[in-house]
Structures are given as C-alpha cells and as structure tokens.
C-alpha cells in the first residue's frame, strides 16, 4: 500500500507541475519577450547616450502593471535598481531586487530565475520625461518551466531535510536507548508493563507480556500522551526493533507492528503543545480552549485506528470463515457500537456541549502552569528515575547506558533511506500542485459535512508533514484569528492527529519493512476520525 501511496505522491506531483508548466508557456503567463512600458528615474540627470552604470527606479504605471499582467494591483510599482547604458552594443540593461512590497508575479519570478532574490532584464529608452527620468520599455529575462523547477528545488531540499532529521536524532536516540538500557536491566520495564498488562494483552496479543517491546511501546504511548515527542520517538523506534524480533517474516509488518503504528498516528495527546503555543502566540485570549476538543478528536482517532488495524489484519478472510471471524469480534463491535450511540445520545441531548463546555473553558493560566511545569521536569525526571532505580538496584548504570546508547547511530542512520523518499514525495507533491488537485477534488465532500474550505488544506496535510501542517496552521490562525472558529478548528485539527507518513517512514525505516500490509489505511482511516471528531466537537461547541 505505502509503495502506491509514495508513487501517487510523485505522479501526482510531476504530472501536475508539468501540465501547469505547459498551460502557462503556451498562455505566455509571465510575458516572455514582451516589451513592459516602464520609466526609468535616475539618481543623477544623464544624457540617453553616457555610457555607464547608474542607481535609479524602475517606475510602472498600476494600470499598465495589472494590463500587462492580467493583476490586480492598486499603487505604481517601483522598485530600486542599477541599470547599465551601453550604446556601444545598443543594449541597456536593468537589474534589480525584489522585496516585500514589489508584485507577487515579480517575486515568483526572480525565486524561480535563480536562488538570488533579482530579476535581469534590457530597456530601451524612448523620450525623456524630466533630467532625472526617461521612458522606454522593458524586457525581463525569460521565465518558463518555473513549476518543474519548484519540483526540482523541493526535492533537493526535502532530501537534506530528511538527512538533517536524522542526523538529529542521533544525539537523543543514544540517549534514550541507553536510558531504556539501564530500566530493562533494573526490572523497572518489565514491572510498568506488569501495570498495564490488561491493555497490551488487548491490543498486542501476539507480543507476550514480559517480552521488552512491551516497555518501549507503552512508554513512546506514554511519552506521546504528555506531548515529549523527542523521548517518544527513540522510544517507538526501540519498540519496533524489540518487534521484530518476534518476526518470522522479516521485511513484512506483523499485526502488533501495525497495531502499534495506528495508535501513534491517532496522536493522542493530553496537553497539545505545540497548538497551544502557537495560539498564545497568535494573541488568544484562552490558548487552552483547545485541550477538550483535542482530546476527544484524538480519542476517535485512537478508537478507530486500533479498531481497523484490529478488523484488518483478518484480511483477506479465507471462503466460509466470515461468520466466525464475526462472532470473534463480536464482543468488540458491540462495545464500539455502543460507545458511538452513547456519544451520539449524549450530543443530541446536550450533555456533551455542556461537558467539553466546562473543559473548555478551564482557567488557561492553569493549564499554561501544568505545560510549563511538564516541559521543565518531565525529561529529566524520567532520566533521574529510571537511572536512579537501577542504580538502588545495582546496576552499573554508566556501563550499561554506554551498552545501551551504541545503537544510537546506527538506528538514526539507518533510516535516512525511508526518510529521504518518503519526504522528497511529499516535497514534490506539495510543490508540484498536487495539493491544489486534491483540495479540488475533496471539495464536494467537505462542502457536504461542513467543514469550511479554509480549513480543508490543514486537514489534507497534517498526516503528511508536521512542519507543514503547523506552518498551515499557524498561517490560517494569522489570517482568521486564534480565537475564531477556523482558528479553534485548525488548532484541535493539530492536536488531533498525527503525521502518519513520517511515523511510518521512520518506525519502519528502522527495521527495514518493506510490506507495510494494513498500516497505512488504519493510519489514514484514524486520521480521517480525528478530523471528523474535531470538526464535530468544534462545531458542536463554537459552530
């Protein structure tokens, strides 16, 4: 599945940059060896024939601007150059930078002409307006393709993106592993998943429940709940290496595996922090407004992964197995059945609104004092804890964690390969437009639930990238408001769901599976509950 998803996202994303590309050259959109009516002031009064290079400003009407360029621009353009007269060769030529006032169409241009921030182009003088000013026409310097080359800068800097991200896990993955090194060796894994054998004997019937992998799954869960995404994902890539020990089909997830990955898409988090920060950022006047209806998207989101991961691994069912496979999982469709009836029953009589209501509105400065007191004490907590334990119970914990720490490297190097594809597709799908097609074609189905348009891109692309997504959504916040409902939306959309892709990428980067079997629909179906759980609850509350 992964493998048709990776190569939609680059098909997709080529394709469309070409036929963009292709519109574009034929329609002239960026008028390639069109003459632009321009005047040109000088700093100094020069005679049209002096030869040299002089400051000035390139000057154009607004009307001929928006004429020209098919624009709708309101003031005169001008902007800041150098221009050269040589009549020697009977070419003047005109060089200038762009900034943030000059014309989106000019900017674009000079991004795609080069890394540098200018545009070249010739002029040729006609009448002189004043001693300081002539008039004339200018002809930039071609620009065709500009899409493909987005395409092309977007895949080299995705690919020294995934790198980086690597690189920097090295540090915390040798870390973490040696920390996880010390509390295995100490007995304190084995006792926490003592604690919680009734959950893991549920979703991972297949791991026994002394094996190590137990630890490292339910502290990445752990971690992921209080919002330590540096401590989770050393965690979950240990998880997944203690995993496949237990697999006796090597390169091929097993069930626990994707159980195990649907749970750390659904993204359930206590305190969503990254969202709230940005909120308080943005001016909010109650940034934590979001913690309930995060909660109870992440919760659908949770609820629906572990229960398609569950129904899917029984996939394909052999001929005439249907009706036990039915009766095995009908203690469990009945429980979620049921709980759906009870959220829908609680909704249609207003208790729920009332509940998330009261949640909601929660003192703010409450919860910021919670945040700040988890981020200052959570890691080094954890860190003085599980070294302190195996020290009382004498193990010689800095040999131990050096043990532990050396797979560190390894690991982190060991999944640039899936990092690197899986970042350079999206990459490319988001330069190349194939966002843009994807919202047009989700559209109609956002219309018909409700969802505002403005807020369709966040949902499209936070299982894709979580940079992405938070820079989506801290631009939607800008525009709309923090406190606004697309902005309420937006920001429990975040703290809802998780970046499927890069979790998949990196988890099972780790241990070389190829044949990720049902992880990604489980994942993708949990992210689709989020976005549906925070657009209900949302509206349900501020709609």
């Known amino acids: 599945m992964l493998n048709y998803v990776w190569l939609g996202l680059l098909v997709l994303g080529i394709a469309t940059a070409l036929t963009t590309d292709i519109i574009d050259q034929s329609n002239n959109k960026y008028r390639n060896g069109d003459p632009l009516p321009v005047e040109v002031w000088f700093a100094d009064s020069i005679a049209v024939d002096q030869n040299g290079s002089y400051d000035g400003k390139i000057i154009v009407n607004a009307g001929t601007y928006n004429k020209f360029y098919n624009t709708d621009i309101k003031k005169n353009v ?10 020697d060769e009977g070419k003047n030529t005109v060089f200038f930078k762009v900034n943030d006032s000059t014309p989106e169409i000019w900017k674009y241009m000079a991004k795609v002409s080069g890394k540098e921030d200018d545009l070249l182009g010739t002029v040729k003088f006609e009448n002189r307006v004043n001693a300081h000013t002539i008039s004339g026409e200018i002809v930039l310097e071609e620009v065709a ?8 800068n977007a895949a080299l800097d995705y ?6 991200i690597a690189l920097g896990l090295i540090g915390i993955m040798a870390l973490w592993l040696g920390v996880m090194k010390v509390a295995e060796d100490a007995g304190l894994i084995r006792i926490i998943a003592n604690a919680v054998r009734p959950i893991t004997k549920f979703l991972f019937p297949d791991v026994p429940p002394d094996h190590p992998a ?17 401590a989770a994902t050393p965690f979950g890539i240990k998880a997944m290496e203690e995993l496949d020990t237990l697999n006796k ?16 898409t659904a993204g359930l988090t206590l305190i969503p922090v990254t969202a709230i920060a940005i909120r308080a950022a943005s001016g909010s006047s109650n940034p934590a407004i979001i913690i309930g209806t995060s909660i109870f998207g992440a919760l659908c989101a949770t609820t629906v992964g572990i229960t398609s991961a569950k129904i899917l691994e029984k996939f394909p069912i052999k001929k005439g197995e249907f009706g036990n496979w039915l009766r095995s999982y009908k203690k469990g469709l009945t429980v979620f059945a049921s709980l759906i009836a009870v959220i829908a029953l609680l909704s249609v009589t207003g208790v729920l609104s009332k509940l998330f209501s009261v949640l909601s509105f929660i003192n703010p400065d409450f919860f910021k004092a919670i945040i700040n007191i988890i981020s200052i004490i959570a890691i080094p907590g954890l860190i003085f804890f599980f070294i302190g ?4 119970k004498k193990v010689k914990v800095y040999e131990v964690f050096v043990e532990g720490a050396k797979d560190g490297f390894d690991v982190a190097v060991r999944i640039i390969p899936y990092l690197v594809a899986m970042l350079v597709a999206i990459g490319i799908f988001r330069a190349g437009g194939g966002m843009h097609i994807l919202i047009s074609m989700l559209t109609p189905v956002t219309d018909f639930i409700g969802m505002p348009a403005e807020a369709l891109p966040m949902a499209i692309m936070r299982p894709l990238s979580g940079s992405g997504s938070l820079g989506i959504m801290a631009e939607i916040i800008s525009v709309y408001g923090p406190d606004s409902f697309i902005g309420i939306l937006v920001s429990t959309f975040f703290g809802s769901t998780e970046t499927t892709f890069y979790v998949l990428a990196v988890y099972f980067g780790a241990v070389n599976i190829r044949s990720t079997r049902h992880a990604v629909p489980a994942g993708l179906l949990a992210d689709t509950a989020g976005i549906l759980g925070a657009l209900f609850i949302v509206k349900l509350l501020f709609g």
């Open 389 to 392: 334990y195996g020290a009382i």
């Open 249 to 264: 089909n090597k390169g091929t997830a097993t069930n626990a595996m994707v159980t195990f990955l649907a749970v750390n």
């Open 145 to 152: 393709f500009t899409k493909m080359k987005d395409v092309t």
């Open 78 to 87: 001008e902007v800041n150059a150098k221009v050269t007269v040589n009549t």
């Open 159 to 164: 690919a020294g993106t995934a790198v980086n």
């Open 214 to 230: 137990m630890g490292s799954m339910i502290m990445n869960i752990a971690a992921n709940m209080l919002g330590l995404g540096n």
